[in-house]
């Protein structure tokens, strides 16, 4: 996966969640203007905008775009990592 560093950087939904980087969940993929993301503590739906920054989207813009049922499978997985990062469970490499 490409980790890409960016500016400092709060969830735009209001949890708190600081980020300083992006990371595409698909290869050598990075993020570009205008694509999806969740935020990794309260699940909210983003987009990037110019260099990376965050805005606040919403499922029903995702099924605009063709990529609503990807996003719900993002929230999925990103929840069942928190509960076994939250039971002990390290993940596998």
Same mark, same amino acid.
């Given at each position: 996966?490409?980790?890409?560093?960016?500016?400092? #950087?709060?969830?735009?939904? %209001?949890? %708190?969640?600081?980020? /300083?980087? =992006?990371?595409?969940?698909?290869? /050598?993929?990075?993020?570009?203007?205008?694509?999806?993301?969740?935020?990794?503590?309260?699940?909210?739906?983003?987009?990037?905008?110019?260099?990376?920054?965050? #805005?606040?989207?919403?499922?029903?813009?995702?099924?605009?775009?063709?990529?609503?049922? /990807?996003?719900?499978?993002?929230?999925?997985?990103?929840?069942?990592?928190? =509960?076994?990062?939250?039971?002990?469970?390290?993940?596998?490499?």
């Amino acid at each position: 996966m490409k980790h890409i560093k960016t500016q400092n #950087q709060y969830c735009p939904a %209001g949890c %708190g969640y600081r980020t /300083d980087s =992006v990371t595409g969940a698909f290869g /050598d993929y990075s993020p570009d203007e205008g694509d999806f993301s969740i935020c990794m503590n309260c699940y909210a739906i983003l987009r990037f905008g110019k260099k990376w920054k965050l #805005q606040l989207s919403s499922l029903e813009e995702s099924e605009e775009f063709g990529v609503k049922e /990807d996003l719900q499978k993002a929230i999925a997985a990103a929840k069942q990592v928190r =509960v076994q990062r939250a039971l002990g469970f390290e993940e596998s490499n």
